[in-house]
């Protein structure tokens, strides 16, 4: 590999040292890539065939530093279910640095697994196969379903068992992120009362993610705004895609607004609001009709955080910060309900709209329709009923329960007047068919972990790569489960 591969131009390693640990991943035994995301690598500018080599693999596994990087492990502080955690950090991630991408954007790279780092404290700063498949196989799906996410540029084996419940194949994710600061940091700079690193990471994070603010009157203020607006405007497209992240702590909110941190997240099969995959939440915190309120208490913590910047008057500042975190439902509001409109197939806004949407989403709850396929199978329908209705009414236990529903549904369409043909179309654009089903995602573990055998994990990727798009021979990858193959719960495996 040429040592110009990774043309790394790193501002994050240039802040104070008190904001990481500078230390290079460990080695592992015997690297094998699993998977390279090709596309990904052509939009960094970089060369696929160079990393598949038998030198870009051992970049991918932390057994040799490129040129240009500046390995890292950050420092980050957290409320994890609720509680305080003044430590946090890095603990199994390393930041290689940061490149241009085509679009001139700047991207983090970082390997995710790549052993202990100062902040691993029991953990052994190691990932198994399960969840780094699990992550690329989610994150890919989201950047194809137009969610802001980390990518996953590449999985490799490291040759190396971990030890969890059992033990598994020891893997190394390369995550992408428009970078990965957190809410985290912030939250551990303002606890150590260091106002000053609070500002550089807030001008850091201004000039990085938000660079209109520069030259606003009160930056600070502005880009406590502008976060709530993405948080929301994030949170908001998951509750329409029916993913649940589980583990929202302050630690996995991500500065930029992507989904971060990919542990036990799921999609719902069946629609239901209280509905909790991940192992580890055992009160429901996480659960899906939480997602949004939890999203207002995290960037609560941030406005917490971030109160040294806004006023040298705490009263003032504390007045600031509240009047921008009460805006937040407002903000979740006006996302969520454009999009529901959206995958409802309306053009136009009308009062009775959110009362529609959830009108559906409630005899959906009560009548254990697929949340995925009663969204995809509406985007089929006409504004007459007809025989097209079957599948969607099919997906409810009593379908006279959609029946009503369409009713009205149809009376609005018909003052929307759109023609069928083309709110099809756009309904099939809001309306995803294939999803990262939990039961496929498992099979897709399953038979990499247990048989070597990647081909489903291989399979279930590139079909996801498209998700609104019907795809010949894939029928079974839009499929609910059966009944013997619903995952009732997700581990996040670290
Ligand atoms: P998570 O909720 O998975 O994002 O992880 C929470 C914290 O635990 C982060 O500080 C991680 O870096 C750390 N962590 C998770 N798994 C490990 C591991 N296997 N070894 C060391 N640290 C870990
Ligand atoms: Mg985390």
């Known amino acids: 590999m040429d040592t110009s591969t ?22 592992v035994s015997s690297p094998r890539l699993v998977r390279l995301n090709d596309a990904l690598a052509r939009q960094l500018s970089l060369d696929p065939a160079q990393l598949t080599c038998a030198s870009g693999i051992e970049v ?34 390393i930041l290689l640095g940061e490149l241009i991408d085509c679009d001139g954007q700047r991207r983090d790279v970082q390997l995710k697994g790549a052993g202990p780092t100062p902040f691993s404290r029991m953990g052994d700063g190691r990932a198994g196969l399960g969840p780094v498949l699990r992550e690329y196989i989610v994150s890919e799906a989201m950047a194809a379903l137009g969610i802001p996410t980390t990518r996953s540029l590449a999985a490799v ?31 551990y700079f303002a606890a150590r009362r260091d106002t000053e690193a609070l500002a550089l990471l807030a001008d850091h994070v201004i000039q990085r993610h938000y660079p209109d603010l520069t030259s606003v009157d009160e930056p600070y203020l502005a880009l406590l705004g502008a976060v709530i607006e993405r948080q929301a405007a994030l949170v908001a497209q998951w509750q329409l895609i029916g993913f649940i992240h589980g583990v929202m702590n302050t630690d996995n909110m991500s500065i930029a607004g992507e989904t ?3 542990g036990p997240c799921a999609f719902m099969d069946t629609y239901h609001p209280e509905t909790v995959y991940s192992s580890i939440d055992h009160r429901g915190r996480y659960a899906y009709q939480n997602q949004p309120p939890i999203a207002h208490w995290n960037l609560a913590g941030l406005a917490q955080a971030l109160l040294p910047l806004l006023s040298e008057n705490e009263d003032e500042a504390v007045e600031k910060a509240t009047a921008a975190i009460n805006t937040f439902p407002e903000c979740f509001k006006a996302s969520y309900t454009a999009g529901l409109g959206r995958k409802l197939g309306l053009s136009t806004v009308d009062v009775g709209d959110e009362v529609l949407g959830s009108d559906l989403l409630e005899r959906m709850a009560r009548n254990k329709a697929d949340f995925t396929l009663t969204f995809r199978y509406l985007s089929a329908l006409s504004q007459t009923q007809n025989d097209a209705d079957k599948p969607v009414r099919a997906l409810f236990e009593d379908p ?33 068919l294939y999803i990262p089903r939990n039961h496929l995602v498992e099979a897709a573990i399953r038979a990499a972990e247990d048989s070597d055998d990647l081909a489903p994990f291989n399979h279930l990727v590139t079909v996801l790569a498209s998700p609104y798009q019907q795809q010949p021979g894939a029928d079974a990858y839009a499929e609910p489960p059966a009944p013997e193959q619903v995952v009732h719960q997700t581990f996040c495996g670290t």
Do not use: C
Not at 62 to 87: C, I, K, R, T
């Open 400 to 432: 006279d329960g959609f029946d009503q529903w369409a009713v009205l549904w149809r009376r609005r369409l018909a003052h929307d007047g759109v023609a069928d043909s083309e709110r099809q179309d756009q309904m099939r654009k809001a309306n995803p």
């Open 157 to 187: 084996l490291t040759g190396e068992q971990v030890i969890r419940e059992n033990n598994l194949p020891g893997a190394v994710l390369t995550r992408v992120a428009s970078s990965h600061i957190r809410v985290g940091p912030f939250q």
């Open 6 to 27: 990774f043309p790394f131009d790193n501002t994050f390693a240039q802040l104070p040292e008190r904001f990481y640990a500078r230390l290079a991943p460990t080695p």
């Open 260 to 262: 971060i941190d990919y």
């Open 60 to 93: 991918f596994a932390g057994n040799v530093v490129p040129e240009h990087a500046d390995p890292l492990a950050m420092a980050y502080a957290g409320f994890q279910f609720g509680s305080w955690v003044p430590q946090l950090g890095d603990g199994r991630a």
